[in-house]
């Protein structure tokens, strides 16, 4: 059992930076590759980015592309999302998400990940 707890929402206005963390616990966290996604209201969970086992690899949406760089650090069991531009449409509840299988093919449709955070409310005032 994996679980997964997102930090570091808030409000702030638009143009303004957040940095989401999202801190899993177990010990097989290095062998997971880990993704956030955001729900804003009245829409479906959509994909913001996601990171490979070792960080090496990352994958973004093009609505969030040269805005928001995930990163992850293994030793601390952590995983993270640097929100910088920030846009009244970034306006969501995001989620960080695990999929233990870790096959890195890029941002995986979210029935494939196993294990969810309850999620962060992200709030921009324009």
């Known amino acids: 059992q994996v679980q997964l707890v997102e930090s570091g929402g808030g409000l702030v206005q638009a143009g303004g930076s957040l940095r989401l963390s999202c801190a899993a616990s177990?010990?097989?966290?290095?062998?997971?590759?880990m993704a956030w996604f955001r729900q804003g209201p009245g829409k479906v969970r959509e994909r913001v980015a996601a990171?490979?086992?070792?960080?090496?690899?990352?994958a973004y949406a093009d609505s969030v592309k040269g805005r928001f760089t995930i990163s992850r650090d293994n030793a601390k069991n952590s995983v993270y999302l640097q929100m910088n531009g920030l846009k009244p449409e970034d306006t969501a509840v995001y989620y960080c998400a695990a999929d233990v299988n870790g096959l890195w093919v890029g941002i995986r449709p979210a029935h494939d990940y196993e294990y969810w955070g309850q999620g962060t409310q992200v709030t921009v005032s324009s």
């Open positions: 990171i490979s086992r070792s960080g090496r690899s990352t």
């Open positions: 177990g010990r097989s966290f290095s062998s997971y590759v």
